[in-house]
């Protein structure tokens, strides 16, 4: 069986502050929230690379993007620092089959929001508080071996309302200390590729070390690797052929339509 090619990319810019912030978030995060990631998603059937913003081509050139079943995704306070080029190769490449797994403040990155269509906003509040999660479908991939509930001890509040299509499917649902709630893990389908967005993950905790977490993330990658060979351009394949003679007479036969079609 090949291995699934996950390609985690990381904006890395919190975990290299120098100043007390940074600080705390290094004895989390002493190599990177990717390198973290990495370390404990490392599984026989998964081919894990790394990706930070400030590599050349922003950390996905296109051999490595076009190399990519399932891309993970965490970001937070350089969203518009990503070129509006690479969003939408990595918005091609998602349509056209690869998964996508958005993490955490990732709810405001440019490739969510373009993939949503929404503001994707959100409440939130940053005071510590406790977390816990409830597994809504127990049926789905992604809660796989996860329990019916589990708390993480410190978390960053994400609350509702939460400006996402209502197409998703719940996976997981939050509860805060402070009374607040979330649909904090929610599946998409974006033509033939699938969309994961799960909220825990705030860079001043070790969440990503918790083995719950873990557990969702590597279910929802393996979740998201395309079951079919990821598409090679979907666009080329967009006019379609008849499959049966038609027959009927078509009254602009003799009138040159091309100027119609020119921005499909
Ligand atoms: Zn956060």
Known sequence: ?????????????????????????RQSYP???????????TADDLEIRTATLDMPEQGLPDALLNDTDVLVW???????????????????????????LVLHSGHYSKIFKRLMGTSCGLRWREIGEKERLWVVDASH????????????????????????????????????????VFRSGVAFQRDAGKVFYFSPGHETYPIYKDENVIKVIGNAIRWANPQQPILKDRLATNQAVPLEKVTTENPMEKIDTSALHEKQ
């Open 1 to 25: 069986m090949s291995k699934i090619k996950v390609t985690i990319w990381n904006e890395n810019v919190h975990e290299l502050e120098q100043n007390a912030l940074g600080d705390y978030i």
């Open 141 to 180: 991939p992604i809660a796989k071996g996860v329990p019916e509930t589990f708390t993480l001890p410190h978390t960053e509040m994400y609350g509702e309302p939460f400006d996402i299509p209502d197409d998703g499917k719940v996976i997981f649902m939050s509860w805060y200390e402070g009374g607040n």
């Open 31 to 41: 190599n990177g929230i990717h390198q973290c990631l990495k370390e404990n998603l």
């Open 74 to 100: 965490w970001g937070h306070c350089a969203h518009a620092r990503v070129e509006d080029e690479l969003v939408e190769k990595i918005r091609t490449r998602v349509t056209c089959g690869m998964g996508l």
